[in-house]
Every structure is written in C-alpha cells, then in structure tokens.
C-alpha cells in the first residue's frame, strides 16, 4: 500500500476516534483527546499491517511476480500419490518443453543449470527429473553433480553405490567431476549410467575451494568435453545466496540456461527476488515452483485421461 493512502488512514481513524470522544464525552475536552489517541492508535497500528509487505512467499504466481521471470512448471513433492506422481512426471516434461531446442541443429547445447537462492528448494529433484524427462524423450543426456557442497543428485537417480561424491579419502581418490577438473580425467571415463540415455557424472572428491574450482578454467575445459559427446546437460548446482559456488561458474560456464527453483516456506520474497538479479538475462531464466500447488480438478481429470485410466 502507498504511504499517503495509509497516512489519510491514520488521520482519518485519529477523526473518528475524537468523533466518537466528542458524541460520548459530553464536550469533556480529555474524553474527545481519550478517543482521539485511541483513534490514532488504531490507525497507525492499521496502517502498519496495511504497509508491512508480507515477506514469505505464497505461492507459484506470487513468486513469478517477484523473481519476474516465466513460471513454466509447478512441480509436487516427492512421495506423493499417483496424482502427485503424474503431475510430477507432466511438470518435467513442460520443464523441457521450455527448455526446447536444448541443441539446436548443428549448434552445440546449452547446458542447463539448475539452481535456487537457499538450501533444500527442491534443486537436485528437479535436476533429476528434468534429466530423466529429455532422456525419456530420446535425447542422450548427462546429469552433472556440479553442488560440491552437498551432493544429492547421485542419490535422486538411484546410483549413491556408484561412489562418485564424498570427502578426500587418502590413497583411493574419487572419480567424479573434480578428478576431471583437478587431475584432467577424460570426462567420458568418469560418467555412470543411470538408464538409457542417462549418465551421471558424480561430484567426486568434495574440494575445500569448491568456488575457484568450479569458476576456473578447468571447469569451463570440463563442461566443453561433456558438450563435445553431442549430449545434453544439465547441472545440478548449490544454491546462489549461501555460497559463490554457483555465481563463479555462471560467470564462467558461458552459455548456459538457468532455472531458478524457488520454493515457497523455505526461501522467501527478498531472497528469490535477490537470487533472480543474480543469474544474467543471457541465460534466459525460468522458473519452476516446488511444493503443494492448488489446481482445478479437471486438470487431474486430464492426466488420467492421458494415461488412459
Ligand atoms: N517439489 C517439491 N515439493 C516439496 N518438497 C520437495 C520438492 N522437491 C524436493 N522437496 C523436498 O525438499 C528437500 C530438499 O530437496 P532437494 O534435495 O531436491 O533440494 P535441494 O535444493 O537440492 O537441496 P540442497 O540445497 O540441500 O542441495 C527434500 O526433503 C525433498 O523431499
Ligand atoms: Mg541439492
């Protein structure tokens, strides 16, 4: 609410309150200065609810509104039900609908960077799924575990056994990302399979630098390799405010795609809007919501109509 409505507000709920001191009091001067007072208390403490701007974001469109970017997918949380489960599946390929053509012909892909303003908004799901969604849709992919501070990407496909991420452990380095920034492993030796068309290259041993490894040019040399295999990308990486992990490797990785996952009661209005100044209008940015979303039934009647139920 602007400042003015709010202060007329104030002066108006001061009025009545001396209006009403003036017909109660009997021309008794305290009584109408009593009532005055009372009014410009309730006033001001109107004004003030009307003025605090609610902080915590309350939903897909209010966060479109305030990260100002196109909301393309509102996606469940995980271990739902079957409904919970088809929209879920539906929300990752309307993910990579708006993520069409990753690859462009003969150009190289744009990878896809996958990111959030705070911890556990639901990042690494939606890497995960987004990465199962462009497999299932015939295109090679490869899931990069690019969050060196907590990696959970491995663990979102189903393969945490292929012993890709963890602390330095003397004498039996892990192979992941890190093995080919740090020791120059060919990427194409690193990568797991997950399903068909799907690997993952693991997070490797977690370093103590994470920002200048993954904002150096070893990364940017890594991620030209994994470009080179002719798959798509798709990086699930740490979240923006925290740490300057991921601002070092947007500023570093090029042309990439950004989506911003925000999720409503974990981060709240300042920070998404802060996380979207952050991530460059190069990178065309989208938006998906994670968390329980209102939507009209007949739109759950449409899924299972789809999937012939
Ligand atoms: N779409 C969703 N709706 C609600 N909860 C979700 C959703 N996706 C993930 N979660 C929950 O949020 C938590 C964090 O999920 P996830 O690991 O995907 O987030 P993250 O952003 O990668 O976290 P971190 O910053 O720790 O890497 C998990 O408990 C997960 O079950
Ligand atoms: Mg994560």
Redesign the pocket.
Known sequence: MPRLPALLLVLSAALVGAAIGLLVGDDRAWVTGAGAAAGLLVGAFGAWLLLRRPRRLTGGADAQAVADLPLVAH?????GDEADRRR?EEAFRMLRAALSPVRDGDTPARPVLVT?A???????????GLARALARAGRPVVAVEA?L??P?LAA?LGRDDAGGAGPSTVGAPLRGLTAAIVGGVPVADLLVEVEPGLRLLPAGELPPNAPELLGGPDARRVLDELLALGVDVVL?T??LLPVADTRELLARAGDVRVVL?A?PG?ADRDELRGAAALVPASTAPILVV???AKAPRSYDQYLRDGAGV
């Open positions: 996606v469940p949380p995980p271990g879920a959030s705070a911890p556990g908004e639901g990042k690494t799901t939606v890497a995960a969050d501070r907590r959970g979102a699930d740490a979240p996952v999720r974990v994670s968390g329980r």
